[in-house]
């Protein structure tokens, strides 16, 4: 706590980004790398229109590849699903200069609805929330809890269930949500 707290201070930077991580060659005690960035959030109109979104086309992998619940920095899975998906599209730029921005969505091995590229992802239906369950492979996020959270302490329904591509397409409303973009429509 005390050398995120200091390298937050030194770095001046008042509305942060902060990524851990820990590096380990399996001696010594380690090293701990605090990355320190200037939020600057997404633009106006992401939050206003949405993002479009398109189904993955290599699938999460599965449980026993890597545990969801770790939370690693490595994307190399999602960058690699989105030049394998979106590659020559028209407008498959993922920060969406001058064009909508896209978001991928990761279906798991049993080709259920699992999660975002670095999102998890939500529904509503019938005045009711929905969100993959843990058990399809995917990180427990930090902003979904608080998500899941406000829901329940405001007496909506939510559940955490199976979900399959054709239900995401007839939702009323789909959001993502994650520590960088909070929720985005």
């Not at 993502?176 to 973009?181: A, C, G, H, I, M």
């Amino acid at each position: 706590k005390e050398w995120v707290e200091a390298s937050l201070h030194q770095s001046g930077t008042p509305e942060a980004l902060l990524r851990l991580s820990i590096h380990w060659d399996g001696s010594g005690p380690g090293r701990l790398v605090i990355i320190i960035r200037e939020f600057q959030g997404h633009p106006a109109r992401w939050y206003e229109k949405g993002v479009a979104l398109a189904t993955a086309v290599p699938r999460r992998w599965t449980l026993r590849a890597q545990d969801p619940q770790i939370k690693a920095s490595q994307f190399m899975g999602g960058v690699l699903a989105y030049l394998d998906t979106m590659a020559g599209s028209e407008g498959s730029d993922p920060f969406g200069r001058g064009q909508t921005p896209r978001e991928l969505v990761f279906l798991n091995q049993n080709g259920l609805v699992a999660e975002g590229t670095t999102s998890n992802i939500f529904m509503v239906k019938e005045k009711r929330i929905l969100t993959p369950s843990t058990s399809s492979g995917i990180l427990k996020g930090v902003t979904r809890d608080v998500v899941i959270g406000l829901a329940v302490q405001r007496g909506l329904e939510l559940r955490e269930t199976h979900l399959t591509r054709h239900e995401f397409y007839n939702a009323e409303e789909c959001f993502l949500t994650n520590t960088s973009s909070e929720i985005l429509p």
